[in-house]
Nanobody, 122 residues
Framework: VQLQASGGGLVQAGGSLRLSCAAS????????MGWFRQAPGKEREFVAG????????FYRDSVKGRFTISRNNAKKTVYLQMNSLKPEDTAVYYC????????????????WGKGTQVTVSS
């Protein structure tokens, strides 16, 4: 099982980026999926999750209304559309498979991908 995140980059505050997480080696539809991020000197934190069953979505409060997680099982890809980016969104973003996404966070993961850097300038 491999996950590869891409789409990061440098963007000005207020701008947008779309991250992609491509999966290989397993059937994407079997897994809940999540996006996480880790800023320098901080712990990794949950950003967004999407269920395998009905594609219910979950977000941390600070990104609600700005970020949208989605999935395309046929393409084995999960996306994170990030709008109205803020400097505090700067971090390495990771995708993960497995576990349980809830409104309170994401519990347990089976697989992690390598991250992609997102830098938001003020």
């Amino acid at each position: 099982v491999q996950l590869q995140a891409s789409g990061g980059g440098l963007v000005q505050a207020g701008g947008s980026l779309r991250l992609s997480c491509a999966a290989s080696g397993y059937t994407l539809r079997m897994y809940n999926m999540g996006w996480f991020r880790q800023a320098p000197g901080k712990e990794r934190e949950f950003v967004a999750g999407i269920s395998r069953s009905d594609s219910s979505t979950f977000y941390r409060d600070s990104v609600k209304g700005r970020f949208t997680i989605s999935r395309n099982n046929a393409k084995k890809t999960v996306y994170l559309q990030m709008n109205s980016l803020k400097p505090e969104d700067t971090a390495v973003y990771y995708c993960a498979a497995g576990g349980i996404p809830t409104q309170d966070g994401y519990y347990g993961t089976d697989y992690w991908g390598k991250g992609t850097q997102v830098t938001v300038s003020s």
